[in-house]
């Protein structure tokens, strides 16, 4: 199973191996208190786009649409994740406070995706 976690949320249920996704460094959460297996910023999207979507829900469907994109010309920053999904549940952790269109909601379905094909 794959899961999305924001990191601020107080009950961690979620169990598995734990990826932050984000580009960017939580404010105020130490590193310890993430108890991660790793932090995958290359696999968040670019900067620019990012920048272009501001977690706009009207945006949401072109913004898949563009990260997947960029997912697919870098499949070295996910694969890791993708092999630890076959094997194990993983958790993937965000922090933004937009819980229904952000980045690894979106990765979820890519990597969720690619478990099925093969």
Known sequence: M?????VYQKSKQA????FLVDRLWPRGIKKEELRLEAWLKE????N??????RH???KWEEFKRRYFAELDQ?????KPILDDAR???I?????TREENYNNAVALKAYLEKKLKIG
């Open 15 to 18: 169990k598995g191996r734990r």
């Open 2 to 6: 794959i899961y999305v976690e924001r």
């Open 56 to 58: 706009d829900p009207n």
């Open 74 to 78: 870098k499949s070295e920053v996910w």
């Open 48 to 53: 620019s786009l990012r920048d272009w979507y």
């Open 43 to 46: 696999v968040a999207p670019s």
């Open 91 to 95: 958790v993937l952790l965000y922090s």
């Open 87 to 89: 094997e194990h549940d």
